[in-house]
């Protein structure tokens, strides 16, 4: 029970500002323009200056190939199977796309990395920089793939290319990287500046997750929701981190897997899956029972590797 009191404690701020976001929407205060170019904000300055500074600040030690493995293969049979298991009792080409995107895509960068700044004292950035670099490369690769297949709008391997070249997380990440080891001197004022917009980045970007969710669908399909749902935030983690234990990963890279696999999916998912096609309602309905059930299953999850003494 004490160790459910510290999970609850850990994750409570986190989806306490998220309601507040969803709350200042239902009272008129955000509105779609205000999201949307907020968006835009923290997606192309403040996540990027955030990163960039992390890591050129970080203690980046070294690659560990086995964990990128170990986090792409995971990934790709948590999508693997979705969509095998899927393909069998969704006919709807449109829902089952929605369905796969939405049991192995987190929202990694907005949730999870806030949860990961609570738990350390110091980002285990090791760990993160491969879940960015690889694993959301990957996110983005499966999605093209999957949404192309089923999808109305087609899109080449140059414009994926292109787009992963342009991401500016990608860019912020090669910067960083290059200012750290190259050695390149960033005078002071220019620093704290770009600490001071990178503080925005946390607390705006969870504002705005609460201003985009969404209570009002009719949820007609309320088994394919609830499944994605525990797919998302209970099953793959379950599975995948035990592995992971075995495997004799470090408790700081357990608990970025955990993350990785366990936060709700992201609302890129909407975002992706409106532009290509997909069922953007039943995505907005997987979108928000899986970050209100994952009140309940990151308060477990945490609970269970506080137990093991992982945290």
């Not at 990128?68 to 089952?96: E, H, N, P, Q, R």
């Not at 793959?236 to 700081?252: H, K, R």
């Not at 979108?287 to 945290?311: D, E, H, M, N, R």
Request: glycine content about 6%; charged content about 10%.
């Amino acid at each position: 029970m004490e160790n459910l009191q510290i999970g609850l404690n850990i994750i409570f701020p986190i989806f306490f500002v998220i309601f507040v976001g969803y709350f200042l929407k239902t009272k008129k205060i955000l509105d779609e323009n205000f999201i949307s170019k907020s968006t835009t904000l923290v997606f192309y300055v403040a996540l990027p200056a955030k990163l960039f500074f992390d890591i050129k600040n970080s203690k980046v030690n070294s690659l560990d190939i086995k964990y990128v493995l170990y986090l792409l293969l995971g990934t790709l049979l948590i999508f693997g199977l979705s969509w095998i298991s899927g393909y069998f009792f969704i006919k709807d080409k449109k829902k089952l796309s929605a369905f796969v995107h939405c049991s192995y895509r987190s929202n990694f960068v907005y949730i999870g990395i806030p949860i990961l700044d609570l738990i350390f004292s110091e980002p285990a950035m090791d760990s993160i920089l491969i879940v960015i670099i690889f694993g959301l490369t990957l996110y983005n690769m499966l999605a093209i793939i999957l949404l192309t297949y089923y999808g109305d709008k087609k899109l080449s391997i140059t414009d994926f290319f292109i787009k992963v070249i342009k991401n500016p997380m990608i860019i912020a990440i090669a910067l960083g990287l290059c200012v750290k080891f190259l050695n390149i001197p960033i005078y002071s004022g220019i620093e704290s500046g770009a600490s001071i917009i990178a503080k925005l980045c946390t607390p705006l970007s969870l504002i705005l997750i609460g201003g985009s969710l969404n209570f009002n669908g009719t949820f007609s399909d309320v088994m394919i929701i609830c499944v994605d749902t525990l797919i998302k935030d209970v099953i793959g983690a379950a599975i995948l981190v035990p592995i992971g234990f075995l495997i004799g990963f470090t408790n700081s890279q357990l608990v970025v897997a955990y993350i990785f696999f366990g936060t709700p999916c992201a609302l890129n998912c909407f975002i992706m899956g409106k532009q290509m096609g997909s069922d953007a309602n039943l995505t907005s309905q997987i979108i928000t029972a899986s970050f209100v059930f994952s009140i309940v299953s990151y308060a477990v999850g945490i609970a269970i590797l506080k137990y093991y003494s992982i945290i």
